[in-house]
C-alpha cells in the first residue's frame, strides 16, 4: 500500500472549495496506506498573517480534518512546523529546483503580481522546495491535491527525477491525485475565478451559519440561459452549482440535467443550497464538539511524533546521499 500525503496551508478560513477539492479526498483515501495529512503552517508565513490568526486557523483545520471524518488511529495528523525535517530538507533541496522553473509557478505569479518587486518574500517565491519536502519526506507515491497544486507536484518530480539521477534511487516519484468531480469549485460571485480562502467575495466558508450559506447559493451568479446545463464556458455559474451539487450527492450531471429539466434556477438554487446544508450540518456539529474536547492537541502531538519517526529517516538519506560529513 502506497503512502498518501496532503496538506492545507492555514491562511484563512477554509471554504467549500478545500472541503470539496481536498478533505473529502483525504477522507476517501484514508485506509488505502498511510496517510500523512499535515497542516502546513511554515508555508502559511509565505504571506503577511497575524500569528494569533495562524495559531487559531491552525487549528480549526485539525478540527475540521476530524470533523470530515478522518480517524486520527488511522491518518497522521500533524503541523509541518513540528517536524523539523521539513526545513532542513528543503534547505538541501532548494539547490537543485532553479529560478527560472520557480518563477514561472502560477501560484507565485498570481500572488506577487499585485506586490511591489523590493516587498515578494523570498519564502513565496521558493514555496514549491519547502513543499517538494514535504512530498519526498514521507515516501509518499499519492499527493491529493485540487487542480491548482497539480503544478507544484510536478515541480517535485521534475526534482525527484533529477536528484536521483544525480544520486540514484534515494527519493520516491509522487503523483497528483484530482478528484473527477470538483477539483475547482469556483467562486460563486465570479464563476471564472476559484473559490479561494484568502479571496473573500461571494465564497462559501465552513463557519459560516447556515442561513448564510443559503443566502450565497441563492444569489450565485448565473446566466441567462435558463436552463440547468453543464457548460463551463457558457453557463460557468450553473455548471459551478451542478459541480457542488454533483460532488456532495454523489448524482451525475446527466441526473442532475434531467431533474431540473423545465424548472428554473430559483428552484435548482433551492436544491443545491439543501444539499450543502445536509452535508454542512452534521460537519458542523461535530467540528464544534471538538474544539470543546480538546482532542486537536492530543491528535497534533501524535501525528508528530510518528511524522518525525519517518521524516527524519528520509533526511538521513538524503544527507549521505549529498556527502554531508559525519551522517
Ligand atoms: P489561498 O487562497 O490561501 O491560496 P486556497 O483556498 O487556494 O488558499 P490552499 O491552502 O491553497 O487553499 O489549498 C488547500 C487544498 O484545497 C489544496 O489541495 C487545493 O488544491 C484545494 N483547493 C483550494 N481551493 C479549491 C477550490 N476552489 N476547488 C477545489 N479545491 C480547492
Ligand atoms: N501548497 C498546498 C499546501 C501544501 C501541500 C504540500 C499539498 C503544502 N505542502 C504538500 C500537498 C503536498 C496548498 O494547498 N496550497
Known amino acids: 500500500m502506497d503512502n498518501i500525503l496532503s496538506g492545507i496551508k492555514p491562511t484563512g478560513q477554509l471554504t467549500l472549495g478545500n472541503y470539496i477539492g481536498a478533505i473529502k479526498n483525504f477522507v476517501k483515501v484514508q485506509n488505502e496506506g498511510e496517510s500523512f495529512l499535515f497542516i502546513a503552517d511554515l508555508h502559511a508565513l509565505t504571506l503577511p498573517i497575524e ?10 483545520i485539525a478540527a475540521y480534518y476530524l470533523a470530515a471524518g478522518l ?60 513543499m517538494a519536502a514535504d512530498i519526498v519526506l514521507y515516501d509518499s507515491k499519492r499527493i491529493p491535491v485540487g487542480e491548482d497544486q497539480v503544478q507544484h507536484v510536478e515541480l517535485a ?60 447559493i ?11 446545463h453543464y457548460d463551463v464556458s457558457n453557463q460557468p455559474g450553473i455548471s459551478n452549482l451542478m459541480t457542488i451539487m454533483s460532488s456532495l450527492s454523489g448524482k451525475t450531471f446527466e441526473q442532475i440535467e434531467k431533474e431540473f429539466e423545465g424548472k428554473g434556477y430559483g428552484d435548482f438554487k433551492r ?30 502531538q501524535r501525528g508528530a511524533s510518528r511524522a518525525n519517526q519517518i521524516a527524519s529517516k528520509t533526511l538521513l538519506r538524503v544527507q549521505k546521499a549529498v556527502g554531508l560529513y559525519h551522517k
Do not use: C
Open 51 to 60: 500569528p494569533e490568526t495562524l495559531k487559531n486557523n491552525s487549528r480549526d
Open 71 to 130: 480517524d486520527p488511529n488511522r491518518a497522521n495528523i500533524f503541523l509541518q512546523s513540528d517536524v523539523p525535517s521539513h526545513s532542513e530538507l528543503a534547505i538541501i533541496l532548494q539547490n537543485y529546483l532553479y529560478m527560472g522553473e520557480l518563477s514561472r509557478m502560477t501560484q507565485f505569479k498570481d500572488k506577487s503580481s499585485k506586490m511591489k518587486e523590493e516587498a515578494i518574500g523570498l519564502g513565496l517565491f521558493a514555496y514549491p522546495v519547502l
Open 157 to 216: 518530480r521534475d526534482l525527484v527525477k533529477r536528484f536521483n539521477n544525480r544520486y540514484g534511487e534515494v527519493l520516491v516519484m509522487p503523483k497528483a491525485e484530482i478528484a473527477k468531480v470538483g477539483a475547482r469549485i469556483m467562486s460563486l460571485s465570479d464563476p471564472t475565478k476559484k473559490m479561494s480562502k484568502s479571496d473573500p467575495k461571494g465564497d462559501i466558508y465552513l463557519n459560516d451559519s447556515l442561513e448564510a450559506i443559503r443566502k450565497k
Open 218 to 228: 441563492m444569489s450565485a451568479v448565473t446566466d441567462m440561459v435558463g436552463k440547468v
Open 271 to 300: 436544491a443545491v443550497a439543501d444539499t450543502v446544508v445536509a452535508e454542512l450540518t452534521p460537519f458542523k456539529q461535530r467540528y464544534e464538539e471538538i474544539i470543546k474536547s480538546g482532542l486537536v492537541d492530543e491528535v497534533l
